[in-house]
């Protein structure tokens, strides 16, 4: 499917959290694996992960697209798994809540960079990783509260490359942020 010049697949935060992985989440839309495959990262080296992404940021130099199911493990009770063949992805940072427009959570961020090599003598590289998984609000057991319940059986991830230029991923209105779990501090997007 070829695309006119200058097209780019750059969807927000927002319109991943309330969109996409929704959708996926409740199986509404059988398309969405042409924009956003479903595929393990963990069990692809980062660079090869590119020729996995969807046909509409197949192309794309910048960033690439994935639906990542729950692993056994995780399943089970567990933590994941975030090792490859060649390293493992390493969390950085507290995760963060992300806001929709009308400031109401709908997902928590968690941010990676990969590590090529065993973790004794490994080195951080250029790509990172944004980890999203989706929060609902469910009803409680009394049928009065809505409680907000974390969507762990799948997540969305953005695979990209660290650029070194100053470009924000998240398009925003000014003045809206995620905040840092367990803090009341806004943090830039």
């Not at 750059?10 to 398309?31: A, C, H, I, K, Q």
């Not at 080195?123 to 057991?141: G, H, P, Q, S, V």
């Not at 059986?153 to 650029?163: A, D, E, G, K, T």
């Amino acid at each position: 499917m070829a695309h006119p010049p200058g097209y780019r697949f750059y969807p927000t935060e927002e319109e991943l959290l309330s969109f996409y992985l929704p959708n996926e989440l409740e199986g509404r839309r059988d398309d969405l694996h042409r924009v956003i495959p479903v595929v393990n990262v963990y069990q692809h080296k980062p660079w090869h992960l590119p020729k996995e992404a969807g046909e509409l940021c197949r192309g794309d130099t910048e960033q690439w697209f994935f639906f990542v199911p729950k692993q056994e493990k995780e399943v089970k009770g567990g933590r994941p798994s975030r090792m490859t063949a060649t390293g493992y992805w390493k969390a950085t940072g507290s995760p963060t809540y992300v806001y929709s427009s009308n400031n109401k959570v709908i997902g928590l961020k968690k941010t990676m960079v990969f590590y090529h090599g065993k973790s004794s003598g490994s080195k951080k590289t250029k790509w990172k990783m944004n980890e999203y998984r989706a929060i609902k609000e469910e009803l409680d057991a009394t049928k009065m509260f809505l409680v907000p319940e974390l969507q762990n059986q799948l997540s969305l991830c953005r695979v990209y490359v660290i650029s070194g230029s100053v470009r924000a991923f998240d398009r925003r209105p000014l003045g809206l942020g995620t905040y840092e779990i367990g803090s009341s501090s806004l943090l830039s997007s």
